[in-house]
């Protein structure tokens, strides 16, 4: 069966711990007693969080966030970038096709972004609103490695906007670093 949650729990110790060890591992997925176990995904989420946030810099929170992505669907929406990307010759071209802005990608005062309407993380369904966007910075994470092997170059992803943060819609800003066409 598909756990988000588990899952979750195991991506989040094993980004933790690549930073620290296992005992901080422990305790920003668990907590100093291991209450974490007994919470609700949505108490979960915020704790978990402000435990990370209470071990380590913005830099390394970001950084183990972006490692925490599930990968769910990577592969047809890798197939849709590289449709697109077929279907044009340069970043202006590639967001501003129909297909594109259809899935939420579009190209603004030279930058290509991508945005939802809805957030789409399963483990935020019951979380009426984040105290931070330590939770999104994972959904940058998986923006990375979609885009970094459709560009074949390094990607910068930088999260302007969640949902979930409270604003109306959530945003990322898809910096190619290399030559795409």
């Given at each position: 069966m598909?756990?988000i ?9 094993e980004?933790?711990k ?6 901080i ?15 609700s ?31 769910y ?5 890798l ?13 202006e071209e ?8 259809d899935?939420g ?6 930058e290509?972004?991508l ?10 369904a ?6 931070s ?6 959904t ?15 990607v ?5 906007k ?20």
């Amino acid at each position: 069966m598909f756990d988000i949650r588990k899952i979750q729990e195991n991506v989040i110790y094993e980004a933790v711990k690549g930073q620290s060890n296992e005992e901080i591992a422990r305790e920003v997925v668990y907590g100093k007693e291991g209450s974490g176990k007994l919470e609700s995904n949505a108490i979960w989420v915020n704790a978990t969080m402000k435990r990370l946030e209470s071990k380590f810099d913005r830099v390394i929170i970001k950084k183990i966030r972006m490692k925490c992505q599930c990968g769910y669907g990577m592969d047809k929406k890798l197939e849709l970038v590289k449709e697109l990307m077929e279907l044009s010759s340069s970043l202006e071209e590639f967001g501003n096709l129909q297909k594109a802005k259809d899935i939420g990608l579009f190209y603004e005062n030279g930058e290509l972004y991508l945005q939802f309407n809805f957030c789409l993380c399963p483990m935020l369904a019951d979380v009426d609103r984040l105290e931070s966007d330590t939770w999104c910075q994972c959904t940058t994470g998986y923006s990375k490695v979609l885009f970094e092997e459709a560009f074949k170059c390094e990607v910068d992803v930088e999260l302007l906007k969640s949902i979930k943060m409270g604003n109306e819609r959530c945003l990322m800003k898809i910096i190619p670093k290399g030559t795409v066409w």
